[in-house]
């Protein structure tokens, strides 16, 4: 069973329109969780983390926990051509070490 | 900028040679981190070091040799890579590899290695 699980096919989205990422783990006692971005060609640059349940703002995209059903999803809302990259989903492990775990990626594409 | 930077950011290399990447940390952290990225594949962790000390080898072959100086340096050494060894390798710090919920990586650019 993967660790954490993304829908890896590509997404495309209209300008404008809200794009849904979902990520499922497998560690119950997993507490945080984090969204990179990743350009092509670039590094994963950290976009947001949660730790409680439900929702976390911050300006454009929104983070959602829910640990009883072992998911985490993200929210880009009114979606940019600039938003268009792979988004990856990490989970801190209960292993120790501040490991992360880390999904494929989901690809955007935002479409103008 | 994250304030981590890596060098060089292309490598080419054969199978026989020897080279080192380097990475650096200017955010005060006391972590850093090694990953492997592979086209279509997770990144993998590779070794951990927290207050200088490697506090983690995940299973990594020993072509792949890690230093870590100080806090703030991290170097991977390579030698008589395979060309499957070829993709981009990552550099991250953080605070610590404490249990805390709100620790985060932050990545460096990374180097990306193709070995022929």
């Known amino acids: 069973q993967k660790e954490v699980e993304q829908n890896s096919g590509p997404l495309s989205v209209p300008e404008g329109a809200i794009a849904s990422l979902n990520c499922t783990y497998s560690?119950?006692?997993?507490?945080?969780f984090f969204w990179y971005r990743q350009y092509s060609g670039k590094s994963p640059e950290l976009i947001m983390f949660i730790y409680s349940n439900g929702d976390k703002e911050d300006g454009r995209f929104t983070a959602q926990l829910n640990k009883a059903s072992q998911y985490v999803s993200l929210l880009i809302r009114d979606s940019q051509p600039s938003d268009s990259a792979t988004y990856l989903c990490a989970v801190k492990e209960t292993r120790g070490n501040n490991r992360l775990a880390f999904g494929k990626g989901n690809q955007v594409v935002v479409i103008p | 900028e994250t304030g981590v930077t890596q060098t060089p950011r292309h490598l080419v290399m054969g199978m026989t040679n020897k080279k080192s990447l380097k990475c650096e940390q200017h955010l005060g952290h006391n972590a850093m981190y090694w990953y492997k990225q592979s086209a279509k594949k997770p990144l993998e962790l590779m070794f951990v070091?927290?207050?200088?000390?490697?506090?983690e080898n995940n299973s990594v072959p020993s072509r792949f040799s890690p230093e870590c100086p100080n806090s703030s340096h991290l170097f991977l050494h390579l030698h008589t890579l395979q060309p499957e060894d070829s993709a981009l390798y990552l550099c991250?710090?953080?605070?610590?590899?404490?249990?805390?919920?709100?620790?985060?990586?932050?990545f460096g650019p990374g180097t990306r290695l193709t070995v022929l």
């Open positions: 070091y927290n207050f200088k000390e490697q506090t």
């Open positions: 991250a710090s953080s605070q610590d590899t404490s249990s805390s919920s709100t620790d985060t990586q932050y």
């Open positions: 560690d119950r006692g997993s507490q945080s």
